[in-house]
């Protein structure tokens, strides 16, 4: 715990890359973790993985990535004590509450991670939230949002369009500490130039890479040029 303490504290944006593994084995998760660990500081235990192995996935991945950041993207819709108690117990240093929820969920997540203690909450936003509930969950406390162009959103032809971009300005100066996910490669990381954006992630553009250690350098050295 005291080892990711530090290395959170230390943490520019140059060293704030984190893979999506949203894999159906932990064991495939930690296998394409690690072809790439050199250049990844965040690593994400999906969605589709927590759906797949539950807070084992958690467990496994925090066993193999000590000094990492663990995300686990629990995408909590309700329940976000009893969500949050588990995921963070297994070895969540963060974990995803969804923008559908209740606001009392995200502060029922917010609430348990403190008393964890050193216990981040995101919530992962869609395109389907409004800014009402962006000022709730601020006066709730919550520090960072993440923004997601969802998967099936692309697959029906979602872009990294302007509308995006400017969701994305108006929450950093708001305050929230920003990540940006969703199919991100190299050539979108110059889109938000000029944004004090906190981490990107990245699962397939590293995962089903040829070379998954050369796409992590490459997304790290086009992070390097635009923020430092
Ligand atoms: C899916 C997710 C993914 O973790 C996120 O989209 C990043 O993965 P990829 O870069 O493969 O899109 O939240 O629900």
Known sequence: LHR?????RQMCIRDRLQIALDNLSSDQAISDAKKAEKYLDVIE???ILLASEGKNAIIKLKEA???????????IADAGSVFGKMFFES???YTTVICAA???TLKQTIEIGKKIGNKDVQVEMT???TWEQVNEWKEAGLNQVVWHR???AQKDGAKWDDKNIQTVKRLAEMGFKVTVTGGVEKDDIKLFKG?????FIAGRTIRDAQNPELAAKELKDEISKYWN
């Open 4 to 8: 990711v303490d530090r290395r959170q």
């Open 45 to 47: 235990v999906g969605t």
């Open 65 to 75: 990535f000590p000094n990492k950041i663990i995300v686990a993207d629990g995408k």
């Open 91 to 93: 070895g969540a240093d």
């Open 102 to 104: 209740e606001t009392s």
């Open 127 to 129: 395109s389907h939230f």
């Open 150 to 152: 969802s998967r099936d």
């Open 195 to 199: 944004i004090p954006i906190y981490i």
